[in-house]
């Protein structure tokens, strides 16, 4: 990209989202999450061995906890581990770079939609969408995901033009099914969805369609092939609405009352019935105030505090932008994206969910910057809504940037297990004193003992085994080394044994080590049997 006038306002964009990306990015959020440690260990344990930590070769799927995962980004992560080592700056920044992409992705492809403007005011908008700086600062195969699409439109679009360009579409949506979960429905759903968009224009027979597709066709065959394994449906099977028991109960429970042989009691209550309903309010779950501005995600490792995935100053013009979409194909294309993009999350039990409706986040990101750019010549004439668009503006940023960079450590420290690095460096002081540790599975974490110590993965994969797996499908190693890991720490305390976990799960007469702080209310400690 050469630098001149027309390059400088992207380059400012991209500068802008590398420092929001990267500052304090080992601090904030606060500790290491389970997830981020897996995926790296995983990643390390390739990069060492050619194999997993649990001694698979090269796998199409990857085992997390007893839940299998889409490989693409574990691969995508060895390059991160052998030039910056096992840490929290090689994971995170992985994340980080897939970002600033992403950005830059959707300068190109607003530009090639509607016009230069809306690009570079599209990237702008997601530079520092609260929705993208979450997920784009922490480890999480949606940001790959995000990357793929916004790439992969980008190029189908050009393709129209010049037919070589469809084979990277074929390649970018192809690769979407080896990244995360949601990609198996979603990128199906889009696919189709384009194609009796442009039926016009899209001819499969012909060569300059036919070829590309063969060669996704080609591409997804180790996929497909996958798909015959029971582990490839474990993850779903645990999480989707369709493992939700409660809503045969409820059924049940309805038919009841008609009586359970009743004619209409089965009409009314079926699973068709049933199931559909709690796809509809998932999906609807998706698209309320509290969601969009006030709170987002419930899972707290996935928010910011009093922070929905958009800020105020950013929801006059999204509005703006999708009474837009419907005047032209291109825009119908960005509204078809973002209807489909919740349809994943709305076919899983936990809702409303921001990380699997991750997809989303570009497309909201064009849309705010189409009616940006619809509304800026009318803000350039009229100084003063200049002046309170940017007071708006920068109030918010401001607002946002102190409750995620300073007070998010303060609300979810424990969610985010901070302190847990500090821990696992304390017992590794201490570790050669004593011939057995304990250490608590559900605060500590087994795979944060092997990220931590970087312990040597050919002696994880001589003892790797998963026990213990829990209603959704969870389970863990019970003991590598002279580490034993536990969901329920002992009581009566041995002689010799080092316990690590939550200082209110430990006994409290025993020997204290070490004592690490989470927060006011919480802290990490290591003891021993009282000598």
Known sequence: MKINKKTWPILIVLILAAILRLFKLTQVPPGFWFDESSFAYSAYSILKTGRDEFGQALPLLFQSFGQYNAPLFFYYLVPFMAIFGLNIWAVRLASAVLGVVTVYGIFLLGRELINRRVGLLAAFVFAISPFALQFNRMMHENNLLAVLIVFGIYFLLKGFKKPKYLFLTALLFSL???????????TPLFLIFVYWLFRDRI?????????????ALLLLLPFIWSLKEQEAWQRTG??????DVGIILRINEQRGKYGIDSFLGRALHNKLIGYTQAFLSNYLSHWTPDFWLFNGDPVKIYKTPNIGLILFWELPFFIIGISQLFKSKKGRLVFGWLSLAFVPAALTRFVPSASRSFMAAPA??????????QAWDKLNKKKFLLVIFYLLLGTNLIYYAYQYYFNLNQHYSYQWRKGIQETIGAIAKVEQLYPKIVVDQESIN???VLFFLKYPPAEVQQEAKLINRDEFGFSYIP??????FTRNMPQDLESGVLYAGLCQDLEKDAELIEKIPINETQSFCLVAAQS
């Open 203 to 215: 001819k499969l027979a012909n060569k300059r369609f036919l070829q590309p597709l063969i060669v």
């Open 238 to 243: 645990g999480t989707s609405i369709f493992g």
């Open 446 to 448: 087994y795979i944060s």
């Open 176 to 186: 979407t099914f080896y990244t995360y979960l949601a990609a198996r429905i979603f």
């Open 479 to 484: 003991k590598i080394g002279r580490y034993y």
């Open 364 to 373: 909201i990101a064009l849309v705010s910057g189409l009616g940006l750019n």
